[in-house]
Every structure is written in C-alpha cells, then in structure tokens.
C-alpha cells in the first residue's frame, strides 16, 4: 500500500462504508481541528465517540467522552487518532485488541507511523495516514460549502442540498490522484525531530 | 467507477460547475447577493470561526466565484484557489500572507511595468523590500538570498516581450532557500503553462487576459499548489501561529495542503477587502469555457504575424520565442510546446517615431493598455506601461524606446498582417 497518495476510491470506499467512527485525542475546545472533524462528521451522520481520558464526565455534541476505545460499548468500524506521530503504536496496538476488531485506522493530517500502519494491514485492517477525514468528505461530496477547494471531481448531476445528519453522494466521477505532499513532508520531518 | 483523468478542454467546461441544487440551472448562475442568511445562531457561529466553510458575505466568498476558483484550481493543478478583483489584488493578498515589514521577495527584472511599480513603490511603503533578479541568468536570483528573502517572484512568459523563463531553475533556487515559488501565469494561461508540474508553490493570474479573454472583467486568482511546508522554522507565522482572529487556530494545522488558499481568504481576502464582483466571476467563466480555442488560436494567429515582421524591411528585431532563432525557443519548446503565446514585442528602425506613426496608422489593431484580448491590440511601453520606468530600466525590462508590443487577436490572421503591412508603409 502506498501512503504518499491515495486514489480517491479508497477514500471513497472507506467513507461510504463506516458508520461508527471513534476519535482518539477529540478536544472539547471548540478551537482544536478535532473538534471541528468531530463536529462535520457528527452533522454527516456518523456514529462518533470522543475518547479522551483527560474529558471522562464531559461530552462532545451530547456523545460522553471514554476513557480508552476499551470502554466503548459498540463495535467500531473507524479509528480516527488525532494525535502526533510519536502516539500513534500504543493506540494502534490497543485498536487490534478489540474485538471485532475495527475496519480502518485513519491518522489525521501531519500524523504518520508507517510501523504502526503496516502492524494495522497486517491484521487486515485499511490504514489511512496524514489525511484529514472532513477534508476528504467534503472533497469528494464536492459540498457546495467548500469555496474554492479542488474537488478533483465533475458531475452533471445537480447537487444536493447539505442539511444536517444526511450523508452527502460521494460517488462522483473523480479524477487524478490525491497528493499532499506539503503535509506529508510536514509529517516526515516532525517524527524526526520528536 | 474508475479514476480517468479528463482532459484539459472537458475541465475548461466543467470542473467547479455542476447544476443549482436548488434550481437545476445548468449555466452558472449569477449570484448577485451581498450576504446570505444562515440557518441558526449555531451556524452562523461555526461559519465565522472558521469550522464549517460556507457563505457568509460576498467580501469573504460567493457561489458563483467559488466555481471560477475551482475551475482555475483545476485547471492548474493546484489544491485550491481564491479569486479577486484584480491581478494587483492577487499579487496583494498572497505577499500579505508571507511578508512582514522589513522581509524581502526576490522578483524578475521582466515583469509586466504594473508589477515593477507595484513591488517598487507600494510595497515598499508597507516594509516590503524587493531585490531584482535576471530571470535570464538564475545565479542572480542565488545571489540575490538572505536570510530576509520569503518569497521568489517570476513571471512564466514576461510581460512585454514574451520571453520564457526557466521556471525549474528558479523553483531549484527557492526549494534550496526554503521559500515558496510564486508564479504569474497570465500571458500563458495554464493551456500553455502549467508552473505548479515545474516547481510553482502558488500561481496567480490577472483574469483580466487570456482566462477571462474578451477584454470585458478585470479579475485576479491565487491558486495554492499545496506543496509548500509553512510550518517550518516558523517562518510563516500567519499560516502556522494561532490567529488571534480566529480564537487561535493555527491555518496549516487546520487546512492542511490547501492551508494558503484559506489564508488568502480569511486573512488577506477578509482584511483587504478586494473582492471580485460575481457578474466578472461569470463573465470570466464563459471565458474560461473556450480557453483552449482561444489560446491555440491566439498562439498560431502571433506566430503568423510575427514571421511576417521578421522578414519586413521597416522592422529591425522580432522578439518572439516561437521563432526559431528567437534566444528563447528552446525554453519555449521545452515549457510550451503547443505555442509561445500571443504578447510580443519587435523594434522598429525608424525609433520612438516610427513606433509612434505605427500606432496610428493601425486599422485594426487597437491602441490600448491591456492584452490577452479577443482583438488584436498594439501599444508603445516606452510612452505608457513602462513610461514611469526610467530609460536604462526600460531597456532591461524590455521596453525600449523602438519597441512596439502586440497582443495578437483571434481574427483572420490575414488581416491582421494586411493592417500591420499597410500601417509600416504609411
Ligand atoms: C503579467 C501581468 N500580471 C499582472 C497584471 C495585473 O493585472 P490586473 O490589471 O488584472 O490587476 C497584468 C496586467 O496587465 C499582467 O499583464
């Protein structure tokens, strides 16, 4: 599996697939990029759960935060880990403890262990590293709302109306590659220098 | 469903553009609205901090330039892009983004006069210096690096004599140097040009020319090539420090590879305020649908043209890189192959006389201040674009007093060259 970049099909299939996503490292703070991804994804439709041990008692959009993806009380289809690089074995390692095990572990934007991705494939897992699930979502849908954004998709179709907690179409005719070298030389350097 | 790539001409009609989901209107519709109402307080609050993205006021984005921004994003190959009123409003909000008074950008020394003047006299009164380089030798722009230097600025074929620059020469000196390579594609249009396959971080682009194409809207675009690391060494702190504006959040962390697109937005656009009217996004775009027509038809009208000069006892020099012996047709081949553009200069025998006279005696040819138009149109720098330079800039910028600039139209080519045969005799 190449990580430097990703047809849009995967990405496509693993959106269209999952319905529970639980975020490692979620942030109450309304300024944090989680918060925002949990926020999108939430409003999408998904089954999110925060997990955070420094936020147990707390919630995010009405979810209780956990402790541990231990302590969640549903199968997990997605693993999305907002944390740094350095972080990213001990959540994955306690991800293949679970059982079912989950679909997908998806490291956020910056974020790539390429030791832990390949323990996740080996358990057949599909991995997905610095990228950012909002992002690819509102990407691939071609949300009206994304001003400016390459969607690298065409359709002739007319576009729906986003409202909330409805899943956006995002089987659009796509084209080209999805490349982020930027963030991924930004992650490369980052795990070298922690 | 498989990933086929489409081709440039089926992105020049389509990318950006799907039906009105409330409308089904297949044209883009003209959303001729200052403001747009939200849902509920909740939204309202997500859009202004930046955690969903959608319409707020027309300054800060509008439906109708959202598809022009995608489709020129497209169109390069860029993660993004943001649209503006003008290619002075676009050069504005992207050094806004990485200079601080007292920083420097690197820029050719053959730029369009407007850009010289720019970069000379308004930046410099912001604390913007700017140290010129010879695109023709790019050792100068080696030389030319300090630790001030945050950005390398070039034109792709200059404005006034159509000359090519190496672009993967001078995106070598900036990755060395660890600034972005800004690139002003506007004489050759991403039909011609793609800077951003060459080493570009961000392209920007007068609309006002070849995209738009009919002489008729003035516009600008920043397009994020998304591959510039702002985060590193901190030296672009409006991209990777908190923004107080926005209760801290940090614009690489948050946006990822389209991060200078969004900064463009919420912090230049935002600020600044030159924001493009809908009705020019819509102009541009109907403009944009024909790009590659246009442009090969542009490209082969000015070749024609030009050899008809080259060989006219009235006419002493032809600078245009599409001819074989031009000094820049070897990196013409190299970057484009399908045309050197339609923006040329000759030099006339008779001098600023003869340039003059010329002017005048054109039929057709229209005596203006613009290019990349429908129309073929003639000017003299010497005496307008460039006439603020003094005479041994002039001559380095490519405007000398004898030379005469073209921007070669769409019409029959044999009566343009008919004009230009009978306004040389005259
Ligand atoms: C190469 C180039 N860049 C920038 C500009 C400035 O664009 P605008 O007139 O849209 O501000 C021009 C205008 O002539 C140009 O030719």
């Keep these: ?194 | 469903m498989t990933d086929r790539l489409p081709g440039f001409s089926t992105l020049a009609v389509h990318a950006g553009a799907q039906p009105d989901p409330t409308t089904g209107a297949r044209a883009t519709p003209i959303y001729q609205t200052t403001s747009f109402v939200f849902n509920d307080a909740d939204h309202a609050a997500s859009l202004f901090g930046l955690q969903a993205f959608g319409n707020i006021y027309t300054r800060i984005g509008n439906p109708t330039n959202a598809v022009l921004e995608e489709r020129v994003a497209a169109l390069e190959g860029g993660t993004a892009a943001l649209a503006v009123a003008s290619g002075h409003a676009a050069q504005l909000v992207v050094l806004q983004q990485l200079l601080k008074p007292g920083d420097e950008i690197i820029a050719a020394r053959k730029l369009y006069g407007g850009s010289i003047n720019q970069f000379t006299h308004a930046f410099k009164a912001f604390g913007w210096n700017v140290a010129w380089a010879d695109p023709d030798e790019v050792e100068s722009f080696e030389r030319a690096v300090t630790p001030h230097t945050k950005a390398i600025f070039i034109e792709s074929i200059a404005n006034p004599a159509g000359s090519i620059t190496d672009i993967e020469a001078i995106a070598a000196v900036a990755r060395k140097a660890g600034v972005p390579l800004i690139v002003d594609n506007t004489l050759a249009s991403p039909y011609l040009i793609k800077p951003i396959d060459h080493g570009a971080d961000i392209v920007v682009h007068s609309l006002t020319k070849f995209l738009g194409g009919h002489g008729n809207s003035l516009g600008g675009i920043i397009v994020d090539a998304g591959t510039f690391d702002w985060s590193k060494d901190n030296k672009y702190p409006m991209l990777s420090e908190p923004r107080p504006e926005y209760h801290g959040i940090r614009i690489q962390e948050t946006f990822g590879n389209f991060a200078f697109a969004i900064a463009c937005r919420v912090l230049g656009l935002r600020d600044l305020g030159p924001a493009l009217s809908p009705f020019n996004a819509f102009m541009i775009l109907t403009g944009i649908e024909t790009l590659p027509l246009r442009m090969q038809k542009h490209c082969d009208n000015a070749k024609a043209v030009a050899e008809f000069l080259s060989t006219h006892p009235a006419v002493s020099a032809v600078n245009y890189a599409g001819l074989p012996g031009d000094r820049y047709n070897a990196l013409q081949r190299k970057y484009a192959p399908k045309g050197a553009g339609a923006v040329f200069t000759f030099s006339l025998k008779g001098g600023y006389d003869a340039g003059v006279n010329l002017v005048s005696n054109l039929k057709l040819f229209s005596h203006l201040a613009n290019v990349g138009d429908t129309r073929s149109l003639v000017i003299h720098p010497a005496s307008t674009t460039h006439s603020q330079l003094d005479d041994a800039a002039k001559v380095k910028s490519g405007a000398a007093p004898e030379v005469v600039r073209l921007s070669i139209g769409i019409e029959d080519k044999e009566d343009l060259i008919a004009d230009l045969d009978q306004a040389l005799r005259a």
């Design chain 1, 1 to 194: 599996m190449n990580h430097d970049a990703y047809d849009d099909n995967y990405i496509r299939s693993i959106l269209n697939n999952v319905k529970s996503i639980a975020m490692v490292g979620a942030s109450p703070v309304n300024v944090r990029p989680s918060y925002f991804a949990f926020k999108y994804l939430a409003q999408r439709g998904y089954d999110m759960i925060p997990v955070n041990p420094g936020h147990v008692g707390k919630a995010l959009m009405g979810k209780p935060f956990v402790a541990s993806l231990a302590d969640i009380d549903r199968p997990i289809d997605m693993i999305d880990i907002f944390r740094n690089s350095s972080h990213i074995m001990p959540v994955v390692e306690e991800a293949l403890k679970l059982s079912p095990l989950p679909k997908v572990i998806w490291m956020q934007l910056g974020a790539r262990d390429d030791a832990a991705a390949e323990k996740a494939e080996a358990a057949g897992l599909k991995v997905v590293m610095n990228r950012c699930p909002k992002i690819e979502y509102g990407r691939l849908s071609s949300e009206i709302s994304w001003m400016g954004v390459n969607s690298r998709t065409l359709s002739s179709k007319r576009a729906p109306i986003p409202t909330q907690g409805m899943r956006l179409s995002l089987n659009r005719t796509s084209f080209g590659g999805g490349q982020t070298a930027a963030s991924d030389r930004a992650a490369k350097n980052k795990t070298e220098t922690t």
